[in-house]
């Protein structure tokens, strides 16, 4: 299995998740998979005026049944192989998937994406296994993130990238410093440059190739020393 990325931290492969993750040996997983809400671009407003559009193309269709279908499996049996994980689901398919041990949010109070109750100022996140600090003795933390910093996600060519503070947060959050994190679902990379950026081992998984070069691109930009 030959990697589509390395460096000395991160090792990113271009395939199906199904099909790579149980050669692959891991303590933690973050996730960020499909929501299942047919998504087909994202259009946001810039802080200096303008709008940017990005088109989604992918090989899978992203629709509630692609969420129960392959995203559930994949989480029910990740969860059997990792220490903890955090899904982020989105919130109109967040009841397919099991239930969590906690709930926790990233929670914006300008939030302006629209929901069937109006705008929607939260994200769930949903944790499985323990809590890292809580199993080291090394006490309790939020389980929860409040919006306070500028959204850079609208700058990647990918129509659902993360911010990066959010992902610094929940990197250092869910996993410890000498653990191997996975991201089954890289997107354009933010799990990865984010583990990177605090010294961290992480895997990557990316179905589409296109993306798997914007994360390529970033990692080889990034540069370690950010603090998170």
Partial sequence: M????TDDYVTLYHGDARDIVDDIAFDSVIMDPPYGVELKAKRAKQRRGGVSVRLGSYSFDDVPEYVRDVVVPLVSGLRRRARAIAVTPGTRNMWLYPPADDVGCFYSAAGTGMGRWGF??????LYYGSDPYLRTGAGSRPNSFGQSYPNDANTFDH????????WRWLVTRVTLTDEVVLDPFVGSGTTLVAAK???Q???GIEIE?????VAANRLRQEVLGLSA
Avoid: F, V
């Fill in 2 to 5: 030959t990697p589509y990325y």
């Fill in 159 to 166: 129509p659902c990238a993360k911010p990066l503070p959010m």
């Fill in 197 to 199: 950026a605090r010294g």
């Fill in 120 to 125: 929607t100022c939260s994200q769930p996140i």
């Fill in 209 to 213: 190739e296109r993306y798997c070069e």
């Fill in 201 to 203: 081992h992480a895997i």
